[in-house]
């Protein structure tokens, strides 16, 4: 929602969206891959109109296609935002099984990987408050469709990848609620 109460548009919610990445992902460095994508500017922001579960499906294969379809060059990675629908976590979490179900009906298994991104994301072990759940909180709900061959190129060049979470999870602490809130005042 924009300040006045009206339902944000397009290209508000792409704009929060952009912030978000810029501050959190890029600045505070979360996803060291995301950088360069993004300055090349191969992410591709898709807000979906969808209302409904099954039409957020249909938004997905669109999605998925349409990704399969670039070239990578040109688009690496595609953030399918729907403000509209699962805007409850635990409903988001249990449609993930669903969407990942899509994706292997579609024949996109080895192709695309999906990641969850929410503005009210839990980790599994954490309280709802934890600075840690904050690594995947996105302005918006969204689903991150990203390339297998782009996967593997980035931990290739980042032989630590699996230290990424860790390093993250410090990141934040140290960041701490007060840190969190100062990247959104700033700037």
């Known amino acids: 929602m924009n300040p006045e109460g ?3 548009t397009t290209g508000e919610i792409i704009a929060a969206t952009q912030i978000w990445l ?8 979360l996803c060291p891959f995301a950088k360069s994508v993004h300055v090349h500017q191969r ?7 969808a209302q409904s579960t099954a039409d957020l499906l249909e ?19 595609t953030l399918l935002i729907h403000p509209d629908v ?6 988001y979490s249990l449609f993930l099984r669903t969407a990942e179900a899509a994706i292997s009906k579609l024949g996109f298994a080895a192709e695309f990987q999906l990641a969850s991104l929410h503005p009210q994301y839990q980790f599994a072990d954490a309280g709802p408050d934890d600075i840690e759940n904050y690594t995947n909180r996105s ?14 190129r980035a931990v290739a060049a980042f032989p630590d990848a699996a230290d990424i979470y860790e390093k ?6 140290r960041l701490g609620h007060e840190g969190w809130q100062r990247l959104w005042r700033e700037g």
Request: charge should be negative.
């Open 22 to 29: 810029e501050r959190a992902v890029i600045g505070l460095n």
């Open 86 to 91: 699962l805007t409850d976590f635990i409903e």
């Open 168 to 173: 993250n999870m410090g990141t934040l602490r």
């Open 43 to 49: 992410v591709r922001y898709c807000v979906s109109d």
């Open 6 to 8: 009206a339902p944000a």
């Open 139 to 152: 302005p918006y709900p969204t689903l991150h469709l990203l390339r297998e061959s782009s996967i593997a």
């Open 59 to 77: 938004d997905l294969s669109s999605e998925l296609h349409t990704l399969h379809a670039a070239d990578p060059n040109e688009c690496e990675t």
